[in-house]
């Protein structure tokens, strides 16, 4: 069973910026596709951003473009998510998810994410 761990989430004002991270168990760590996601309540979770295997290809949701950075670091299996100028809509859960491998275009639906984390909460106040 692939163990998926988050940390690093908090509250802060609009504008700030946190840190996300997520500690996994893949083996070999460069094997899967790995993505954030986050979930604001009454709402669906959606994706924010995902990147492959070996650390290329990265892709984010456009409410996040230019504002957040996945990045992984298959040394020390860990998957990070950077969020800046953050606003009070990027408050929700967000979730840390291993999805497949064998391909740098990792998915973008929640399906195809078979390892989850139980989420690290983020609240952005105005």
């Known amino acids: 069973q692939v163990q998926v761990v988050e940390s690093g989430g908090g509250s802060v004002q609009a504008g700030g910026s946190l840190r996300l991270s997520c500690t996994h168990s893949?083996?070999?760590?460069?094997?899967?596709?790995m993505a954030w996601f986050r979930q604001a309540p009454g709402q669906e979770r959606e994706g924010v951003a995902r990147?492959?295997?070996?650390?290329?290809?990265?892709k984010y949701a456009d409410s996040v473009k230019g504002r957040f950075t996945i990045s992984r670091d298959n040394t020390k299996n860990t998957l990070t998510l950077q969020m800046n100028s953050l606003k009070p809509k990027d408050t929700a859960m967000y979730f840390c998810?291993?999805?497949?491998?064998?391909?740098?275009?990792?998915?973008?639906?929640?399906?195809?994410?078979?390892?989850w984390g139980q989420g690290t909460q983020v609240n952005v106040s105005t």
């Open positions: 990147i492959g295997p070996i650390g290329g290809t990265a």
């Open positions: 998810a291993v999805g497949p491998g064998g391909t740098p275009l990792c998915p973008s639906y929640e399906r195809a994410y078979h390892y």
């Open positions: 893949i083996s070999p760590s460069n094997s899967a596709c």
